[in-house]
T-cell receptor, first 112, second 113 residues
Framework: GENVEQHPSTLSVQEGDSAVIKCTYSDSASNYFPWYKQELGKRPQLIIDIRSNVGEKKDQRIAVTLNKTAKHFSLHITETQPEDSAVYFCAASMEGNNRLAFGKGNQVVVIP | DTAVSQTPKYLVTQMGNDKSIKCEQNLGHDTMYWYKQDSKKFLKIMFSYNNKELIINETVPNRFSPKSPDKAHLNLHINSLELGDSAVYFC????????????FGSGTQLSVL
């Protein structure tokens, strides 16, 4: 089955700086890649997703880029704020498969 | 007006007991899920139901039995609880499967003593 890995496991950034989290996936048939954010003690929530027919998608301060050849996708957070501190999960899925393979999560800490 | 609600929020119990967690969604979604999040925060799918029918059953001990009386409800019953069952259990729902947005419940923190 699909295997998704995230790097780094923990990332600390100064408030206002940018944060980048990278995920790699193993199955070239995967074509849907969401990112979920989980604040401490809260539920995971979808923040952005991308499908393989595009290479980049933006929503205000967050963006996701996809490199199908290298089988990796990245989450970019610009102008980080303390409320961006959370665990971020990437995931991958393929057409016709109702399984969503999650990565193990990245802890992002924004230092005020 | 909570979209996905699960009860109880906390569950503390002794080894060997049987317990249930309830989940309800008012979004009209066809698909519901149970995920287990361990102490290392890893999110692992346990079960998925579509319109009351089981479509995913991962490698989960048969002490775990999901039940979906209708498409708005997916309950999880756990028999003979073990220490390793301690985790946060999240219910979720989506319209059309995992390739659409998953709406998670607030989680049930299960502690087995």
């Amino acid at each position: 089955g699909e295997n998704v890995e995230q790097h780094p496991s923990t990332l600390s950034v100064q408030e206002g700086d940018s944060a980048v989290i990278k995920c790699t996936y193993s199955d070239s048939a995967s074509n849907y890649f969401p990112w979920y954010k989980q604040e401490l003690g809260k539920r995971p929530q979808l923040i952005i997703d991308i499908r393989s027919n595009v290479g980049e998608k933006k929503d205000q301060r967050i963006a996701v880029t996809l490199n199908k050849t290298a089988k990796h996708f990245s989450l970019h957070i610009t102008e980080t704020q303390p409320e961006d501190s959370a665990v971020y999960f990437c995931a991958a899925s393929m057409e016709g498969n109702n399984r969503l393979a999650f990565g193990k999560g990245n802890q992002v800490v924004v230092i005020p | 007006d909570t979209a996905v609600s699960q009860t109880p929020k906390y569950l503390v119990t002794q080894m060997g007991n049987d317990k249930s967690i309830k989940c309800e969604q008012n979004l009209g979604h066809d698909t519901m899920y149970w995920y287990k999040q361990d102490s290392k925060k890893f999110l692992k799918i346990m079960f998925s139901y579509n319109n009351k029918e089981l479509i995913i059953n991962e490698t989960v001990p048969n002490r775990f039995s999901p039940k979906s009386p209708d498409k708005a409800h997916l309950n999880l019953h756990i028999n003979s609880l073990e220490l390793g069952d301690s985790a946060v259990y999240f219910c979720a729902s989506s319209q059309g499967g995992v390739r659409e947005k998953l709406f998670f419940g607030s989680g049930t923190q299960l502690s087995v003593l």
